[in-house]
């Protein structure tokens, strides 16, 4: 009897926006892993620690900052590797993903290496591209709109067909992009339709209309762009210039 | 002191996906609301049965079933004056939403004739997109993959312009135009790509590859297209055309 694999949908920062089935099998499970920086803290494990008892047997994946955006492979070699020891000693297995484990997660890089050879399951989670149009209190899409997401690395060529072809739009790991998306959308005529978000869900979550988000970006923070008139911007009572209004009275 | 209404994402259909904050509030909320068909049971309502009392004030928004793409304005009218009766009272209510309240839903019909009046907090779920993506055993969208949501009932032409452009593709809300693109799919050569799911995360839950899938399909299916050289699938150990194998065992 091998342990099974769970890749756990952790959410985007508030450890209340886990779901019932996450927080069972995570207590359940006897080894947590989760990607971790070499310096400081690893962010789903804080969302989850809550939630950790002394019991149980925590694998930090460390992957260094600098390379996140392009995973050393064999980090995930290693990892696999022991935790396949794991596995085959019949133990199971949570690894804490942020948000969902299939929406941009590094999870891929260990299910692809053990998902073939153990039980696996996936315990898909709240992602940060929902929370971010609560937290912004507008519908990301509606009735028939198409919904495009959009990593802010690819190139600015790319990105603007995307936007032209899209009515909303989530443009996600902004980061060290920022000033260089936040141009384009200027030159494309979108900033006034565009909303900042970054740290979302937690205590420390800014939301702010793009023209007034300034300076550098994390690496989780996301724009959400509202366009075309077959969106549903058009049909909500505020206009989409107010949405500086709805932002500071949420600061308030 | 008005009471507050609040979306609550109750995800996909397995009760065990609500996060624990929708749970919370729903249990705190003395009404609650949700959509209804003229005929049959409430599927939001269905997903959280297990977690209502009797103490609590049930209102169902009928909205006909023959009308749910195009849902009359005037039900939400009513639902809206209603409801505002018993927030002015002073009274929270719980709208229970499928999926995320703000990716495709209903909600926003009612949330667009309230918002500006009562406190309103949106509390974002785990959508069936997301939900699909785990039960296929299949990331959705990874690195910098350009990830496209679009709605079954758009035209071909617009269909087949989304695909062109999109690395990983979910079409939802298939239901009677499954046929139709199912045969686009052909045509563009990406049925050995595709997975088609239905229920998904219920008892009666249905995946299966596409070429597979036959018949008609209900509202709430949807199909996972995987595509583009850039994509995921040229990554993990089994190749697409063993989604098949994948699902067996599934099935079994």
Redesign the interface.
């Known amino acids: 009897m091998t342990g099974t694999l769970y ?1 756990l ?1 952790v ?2 920062g ?8 996450a ?2 099998l995570l207590r359940a499970c006897p080894v947590v892993a989760y990607p971790a920086p070499d310096t400081g803290q690893s962010f789903a494990r804080s969302i989850a620690s809550g939630y950790l008892s002394a019991e149980q047997t925590e694998y930090p994946i460390v992957v260094p900052m600098r390379i996140e955006r392009f995973p050393a492979q064999d980090i995930y070699d290693v990892a696999a590797r022991d935790l396949s020891r794991v596995l085959q000693d019949g133990q199971d297995v949570a690894v804490l993903c942020e948000g ?6 590094s999870f ?1 890089y260990l ?3 053990l ?2 050879r153990f039980p ?1 399951e ?6 940060s591209v ?2 971010g ?3 912004l ?15 802010g ?2 190139p600015d060529s ?1 990105i603007s ?2 936007l032209a ?2 009515d909303a739009v989530a443009i996600i790991k902004i980061g060290r992009h920022f000033k260089r998306i936040r141009t384009l959308l200027e030159r494309e005529g979108l900033t006034g339709s565009a909303g900042y978000l970054e740290r979302i869900s937690l205590a420390q979550e800014r939301i702010l209309p793009l023209a007034e988000a300034e300076g550098s970006a994390p690496y989780f923070s996301m724009i959400l762009v509202y366009k075309g008139a077959e969106n ?1 911007i058009t ?4 206009e989409s210039s107010q949405i500086a209004a709805n932002v500071s009275e949420r600061a308030s």
Chains 1, 2 share one sequence.
């Not at 996936?122 to 992602?127: A, D, K, N």
């Not at 519908?139 to 028939?144: H, T």
């Open positions: 890749g949908g959410g985007p508030d450890p209340e926006l886990l779901t019932l089935k927080l069972r969902d484990p299939f929406f941009y997660g891929m299910y692809e290496r998902a073939g696996c996936i315990v898909p989670g709240v992602s929902m929370a149009a609560a937290a209190g507008r519908p990301l899409a509606a009735r028939n709109d198409v919904l495009t997401v959009i990593p690395p690819l790319e067909d995307r072809a899209a549903w049909n909500l009572p505020v």
